[in-house]
C-alpha cells in the first residue's frame, strides 16, 4: 500500500530566510505527487504536483519541488520564505488512476518575522 | 481556481442524532467527490468516493450505514452521520474533481467541524 512520510512536524524559518520541507513516500507505480498547503478556515489549496516528465515542477506562490526517483523524496522549496506562508504543509500520492490521495501527516510552518 | 463550499462550517450535536453536511462545486460540475476525515494533528484519511448518480466506494474500515453519502447532481455530494456518537467529532473536508482524468485537480472544502455531545 502507498504511504507518504513527512519527518518534520514543525518548522520555524526567519522571513526572507529558504525553506525546504520535506517528503518521501511509499508507491510501487510510478505516481503521482502533490503539494497542498492548508490555512485556518480554508480548502487545502494546490501549490504544485507531479505526473511525468521534468522532475523539477513550479508552483504557485514561488514553491517548487524536485522529484527524486531514487530516494522516493518529492520535497518542497521556495527561495525567500514571506510571513504568509506560515499554514500547515501537506504532500500527498495519488493512486487510482491518480485521484485517490493519500496524504503525509503534515508540516506546520512558523514564519518569524 | 474553482470554489467549493461546504455547509456547515461548524456542528454540534447530541449523541444518537444525525447530522448531514453539504459539499458543493460552486463554479464547475464535478462527476467525482471525496470526503475526507481529518483528525487534530493528523492527515487527512479518505473515507469514500463519490460519484454522481450512483452508489459511493467506500474505503476500508469506513462504515458505509454509518457515513451515507449521497451525490445527487453535479455540484452536490452529502455526507450524512447516522446515529452519531463522540468518537465521530472530527473535521470532515470535501473535495471536487475538476474533471475525470487522474492528472485532473483536486478542489477542497474549507472543511466542517463535528462536535457530538
Known amino acids: 500500500a502507498q504511504s507518504v512520510t513527512q519527518p518534520d512536524i514543525h518548522i520555524t524559518v526567519s522571513e526572507g530566510a529558504s525553506l525546504e520541507l520535506r517528503c518521501n513516500y511509499s508507491y510501487g507505480a510510478t505516481p503521482y505527487l502533490f503539494w497542498y498547503v492548508q490555512s485556518p478556515g480554508q480548502g487545502l489549496q494546490l501549490l504544485l504536483k507531479y505526473f511525468s516528465g521534468d522532475t523539477l515542477v513550479q508552483g504557485i506562490k514561488g514553491f517548487e519541488a524536485e522529484f527524486k526517483r531514487s530516494q522516493s523524496s518529492f520535497n518542497l522549496r521556495k527561495p525567500s520564505v514571506h510571513w504568509s506562508d506560515a499554514a500547515e504543509y501537506f504532500c500527498a500520492v495519488g493512486t487510482g488512476g491518480g485521484n485517490k490521495l493519500t496524504f503525509g501527516t503534515g508540516t506546520q510552518l512558523k514564519v518569524e518575522l | 481556481g474553482a470554489v467549493v463550499s461546504q455547509h456547515p462550517s461548524w456542528v454540534i450535536c447530541k449523541s444518537g442524532t444525525s447530522v448531514k453536511i453539504e459539499c458543493r462545486s460552486l463554479?464547475?460540475?464535478?462527476?467525482?467527490m471525496f470526503w475526507y476525515r481529518q483528525f487534530p494533528k493528523q492527515s487527512l484519511m479518505l473515507m469514500a468516493t463519490s460519484n454522481e448518480g450512483s452508489k459511493a466506494t467506500y474505503e476500508q474500515g469506513v462504515e458505509k450505514d454509518k457515513f451515507l453519502i449521497n451525490h445527487a447532481s453535479l455540484t452536490l455530494s452529502t455526507l450524512t452521520v447516522t446515529s452519531a456518537h463522540p468518537e465521530d467529532s472530527s473535521f470532515y473536508i470535501c473535495s471536487a474533481l475538476q474533471g475525470v482524468r487522474g492528472t485532473d485537480t483536486q478542489y477542497f472544502g474549507p472543511g466542517t467541524r463535528l462536535t457530538v455531545l
Open positions: 463554479d464547475f460540475q464535478a462527476t467525482t
